[in-house]
């Protein structure tokens, strides 16, 4: 970014352009009754470098994890939440909550769990529907 700074303008511009389009495509998905769909989510998958790039730096991370002799590691702002095991170590990630609607959620006993925003709504209307009690994520499944 220091060498090419135009590159940071562009890639400004253009994520500027992509959030607002995403933005008028939910709106027409919402007056559909469909969930949100993240634009940006979907066109960082499509573009393999980036694919690439994500998973070389999952393993760095967990390599490092390793050499620090800790259980697991957890990151954010890669905008895809996600749990792996990678030799052995736990590498989660929280996801975003501006684009994909994620978070990372610790239970009491020490459980982790990734919860999914748009789901976790739709699971509380349902249960609001059939009067049933409203709870988060794993702890509503168990209710």
Do not use: Q
Request: hydrophobic share 45%; aromatic share 10%.
């Amino acid at each position: 970014m220091l060498a090419h700074r135009w590159l940071a303008f562009v890639g400004d511009a253009l994520y500027t352009l992509t959030m607002g389009l995403s933005h008028r495509v939910n709106a027409v998905r919402g007056w559909l009754g469909l969930p949100y769909w993240s634009l940006s989510k979907m066109a960082k998958h499509k573009v393999k470098n980036a694919v690439e790039f994500i998973y070389r730096y999952e393993e760095l991370v967990a390599r490092a994890a390793a050499a620090r002799k800790v259980d697991g590691v957890v990151c954010g702002h890669i905008h895809t939440a996600e749990f792996r095991c990678i030799d052995g170590i736990e590498y989660y990630n929280d996801g975003d909550w501006v684009e994909s609607c994620t978070a990372l959620v610790e239970h009491l006993d020490g459980r982790m769990e990734i919860l999914h925003w748009p789901e976790e709504i739709a699971r509380r209307a349902e249960r609001a529907v059939h009067g049933a009690p409203v709870a988060v994520g794993a702890m509503a499944e168990a209710a």
